[in-house]
């Protein structure tokens, strides 16, 4: 018999911002504890798993039941849970959490080999981070195994040989990519409150939802831990694939941990986001019948950018067609907070010959703009004014970055296209520093004291171009002045509210 080791509800695995790292007990009791720690994919992964716990302990009827429990009740319902499951959730064991004892006969990888952001065979080395550790810690690890579940890059790193559901005929040489990843990378996002815990029980879905929800035919359903399928296709594994529970944790790689190595195969295959089913942190939209559109992480178009589409449920217009159940379902429970944040966050991945990596321009991304309940006054004129703002922008960078830039080499007898690309990300970079203050003057229902507080904005953001294109068109020679100042950006004139 196995020993029982690494406790995951005591032991300190999960990294936070100020106490290095915590476990499952101490997250849901410490109320100081603001922010998750890590990169976009380890936060997603563990605010997942903590809503799955929570949503297992107490799922409330409505939102009339949602209000009395409040913080309180949930971290005592999530207390005698993790009392209840203890057992469930040894690292090391007979039944080792969210791991497979039984694809013990597939090859054992190395940590690095499933990591989507470390080098191994022949892959270049470019910083620090992506080197190959050999000595994993147990909190290391677990924060792995949790990662894989719905984060694991898709390729021939999985031992594809071993099936587990006699007759399964879904796996390929190949693994398919985690389904909280998507094949360019998904964008998630959550409204956030002022502490991890109080985060959980502002994002924790009430049953009613679940009545409107097709994608999850079989409700809530249960977590892995009270009860693992047996194989990839069994009646466990289906239900997963119909439910809550399973987008929360979907178990897309089936695991074992070894000493220096994990035993890794390819897990249950949910359906994809092409066939209508996606996480609901993940913004999509149904309007096309013919394919689905999704909001990818893009480091080239950071979070920030995307907020209206994210937020296009506002919209009573009807132009915007994303919809993001996560931030949908939760809208309505901020308008007596004063100020809440809204947390995007993922990872952009390339394929290449079936094999999916981080490379090139990929990167994780996140960022968090700050809201206050002051939008709620007319939520509608807020995020036409943001749309508007938001448009504003996107022409400046493409007819007024971009083509001044353009034109400039074109007068020189050069090719520009690729200098005014990066003019215009230039440009957005710098825009990044003034969204908050765009966010926080679309909230004002004073014209007058609008239209004053973006005038201000729009002459700093004039400022912005100027000095993007000064930086890319020098003016030293006598050619080199004549097309600057011909092409030289005029000011943007912009017909205020009345």
Known sequence: MKENKFNLIDEPWIPVVGKGKVGLRQIFADESISALGGNPVEKIAVFKLLLAIAQSAITPK??????????????????????????????????????????????????????????????????????????????????????????????????????????????????????????????????????????????????????????FSEGIGLPPWEKMPSGEDDDVANNLKKTYMGRLIPLNRFVLLERNGLHYSEGIAHPSYDEGCVDPSVAIDFSNPKKNQIIWANPEKRPWRQLTSLLSFVD?????????????????????????????????VSMNSGEYQVKGTDDFIESEIQLSSDIFRDSASFFSKLSEKMNDLDDLASKKVYSAVNRYYGDLKMDGGDIASRASNLFWQLCEKEFQRIVNVCAIENTDQYNGEISKIDARIQHLVEQVYNQYCPNQSARQLEAWAKNFPKKFEKKRLS
């Open 62 to 215: 409505d939102e009339d039941e949602w209000k009395s429990l409040g913080v309180k009740g949930l971290q005592e319902r999530v207390s005698d849970y993790l009392d209840k499951w203890y057992d469930s959730f040894w690292l090391y064991g007979e039944k080792p959490f969210l791991q497979m004892p039984a694809i013990e006969k597939a090859a054992v990888k190395s940590f690095g080999t499933v990591e989507m952001h470390v080098a191994t065979g022949n892959t270049t080395v470019v910083t620090q981070i992506q080197t190959e550790k050999t000595d994993y810690s147990d909190a290391e690890k677990a924060l792995l195994v949790l990662k894989l579940m719905g984060f694991a890059l898709g390729g021939k790193q999985t031992d594809n040989k071993v099936i587990l559901t006699k007759g399964y005929m879904g796996k390929s040489a190949s693994g398919k990519i985690g389904s909280s990843v998507g094949r360019k990378g998904f964008l998630h996002s959550f409204f956030l409150d002022s502490s991890v815990v109080s985060s959980v029980y502002l994002n924790l879905f009430s049953k009613d939802v679940f009545f409107q929800v097709k994608m």
């Open 316 to 348: 009573a217009s009807g132009k915007s067609t994303f919809e993001n159940l996560q931030l949908k379902n939760v809208f309505n429970r901020l308008r007596n907070m004063e100020h809440f944040v809204i947390w995007s966050g993922g990872v952009s």
